[in-house]
């Protein structure tokens, strides 16, 4: 292992109490022009997953090419690639975690985040601003480059095209759009906003050995935390033996988990899942 890999993972280590949430300042930003979707709490069905019949984005690596707090990214923007598949029809390569990144910090941008945390609902404020490019341009390196290219914009380098001779150069790449966002919080209003319009991100306590270390099945776990630390999306619920769950996708690769997914207790905030508020997007399209 390289020293250089072996202090990231240190530092990166959940031992050490990083976090890799960072929670807005509330109250949180929010562009809402459209009634909510509502549903009679009786009239949601009892399993609901939108992987069943579509494709969704895959569980993506935060840890990969190098260890990095970006779960916010990547949930947000996982959560918001789902949208557009769902929305089109049309299967889109995942929107681009690395440009959040990059302009997670600049002057001038809503401060979202680093590879040390950031927020989901601040990533949708900054795309609802500024749009945000897919991964083909700006692929996912786990750090962050910053006011790298004096004088140009975050926004300006959110597209880079190479010949085949290997010269690159920055674009101003096709971009994605959301026309609102905002938050939801509680059981109903999650399943409600989710089963109208797709999946959302969400965040959890997730420095515990039954979230890290997590393998399948169901997350059960009654002790109260009242922080969360980490963003995942989740994207359907369901009830196995009396136990009712949610359906996440999580950013630790495919090797943790169920393939990447998971599911976790659902109606008793396990890991502080339901008392702390989601993000929604809408594309526009
Ligand atoms: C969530 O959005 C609503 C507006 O839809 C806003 O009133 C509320 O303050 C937001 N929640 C937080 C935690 O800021
Ligand atoms: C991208 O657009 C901006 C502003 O519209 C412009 O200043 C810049 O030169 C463009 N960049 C490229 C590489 O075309
Ligand atoms: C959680 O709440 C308990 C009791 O209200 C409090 O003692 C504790 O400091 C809180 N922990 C965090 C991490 O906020």
Request: hydrophobic letters at 35%; charged letters at 15%.
């Amino acid at each position: 292992m390289s020293l250089f890999l072996l202090i990231s993972l240190l530092f990166f280590s959940p031992s050490q109490g990083i976090g890799w949430y960072k929670e807005a300042p509330h109250p949180w930003p929010s562009v809402v022009k459209s009634p909510l979707p509502q549903m009679k709490p009786e009239s949601l069905p009892s399993s609901f997953s939108w992987r069943e019949d579509h494709y969704l984005s895959p569980p993506t690596n935060q840890f990969l090419p190098n260890p990095c707090g970006g779960c916010w990214a990547h949930a947000s923007a996982g959560a918001l690639t789902d949208r557009f598949i769902l929305k089109t029809g049309v299967i889109i390569p995942h929107l681009s975690m690395q440009a959040l990144l990059d302009c997670g910090r600049e002057e001038g941008f809503v401060e979202m985040g680093s590879c040390e945390g950031g927020s989901d609902i601040l990533a949708y404020d900054f795309i609802y601003n500024n749009g945000i490019t897919d991964s083909t341009c700006s692929p996912y390196m786990g750090v962050v480059f910053t006011n790298w290219a004096e004088g140009t914009k975050c926004t300006q380098r959110m597209c880079r095209q190479c010949d085949t001779f290997g010269n690159c150069h920055f674009v101003n790449g096709t971009l994605y759009h959301i026309s609102e966002y905002g938050n939801v919080t509680g059981e109903i209003e999650m399943m409600t906003e989710m089963y109208a319009r797709g999946p959302i991100a969400c965040s959890v306590y997730a420095h515990t050995d039954n979230f890290l270390k997590y393998t399948g099945g169901v997350i059960t776990d009654d002790t109260p935390y009242n922080v969360t630390t980490h963003v995942i999306s989740l994207i359907g619920w369901g009830t196995e033996n009396g136990v009712n769950y949610w359906i996440g996708r999580n950013s630790f690769g495919t090797e943790w988990g169920e393939g990447g997914w998971f599911k976790i207790e659902r109606g008793k905030n396990t890991l502080n899942i339901e008392r702390h508020p989601c993000a929604w997007a809408v594309p526009k399209v």
